[in-house]
């Protein structure tokens, strides 16, 4: 069973700055924040961005992909919008995405380390 994921950065005060508004609307809040980590949950931490051990630099993996299941079709649109606002390139607009499921809604940024982010919904409205 997963029992949460870690991201590299290279910038954690960067990280803070574009996670803290974009995991909110997502409902899930700051959890974490030490030397070298910060995370996110609504109880444990689930989620985190950390910097790598020393001399070693942070990349995206070209794979790495996360996705955050959320209730409704407008909660994805409300990422989409925070994670563009704060700093976040666009990798797919909000907007159904049948070759899954008829009902799968989602957006696609990359934040600012080019890490691979998701937001989805399979509500039907």
């Known amino acids: 069973m997963l029992h949460h994921v870690s991201l590299g950065t290279t910038d954690l005060a960067r990280a803070r700055a574009f996670y803290d508004p974009v995991m909110a609307e997502l409902g899930l809040r ?55 606002a704060n700093g976040a390139e666009g990798d797919g607009a909000p907007g159904l995405r049948p070759e899954y499921d008829a009902n799968y809604y989602a957006a696609f940024v990359r934040d600012p380390d080019g890490n691979k982010i998701e937001a989805l919904t399979f509500a039907a409205s």
């Open 30 to 84: 700051r959890t974490l924040d030490v030397d070298n980590a910060v995370g996110y949950g609504a109880g444990i931490t689930v989620f985190s961005l950390n910097l790598p051990a020393d001399g070693e630099q942070a990349t995206a993996g070209n794979g790495t992909h996360i996705a955050f299941e959320v209730e409704r079709r407008a909660a994805v649109d409300r990422f989409f919008a925070m994670a563009l």
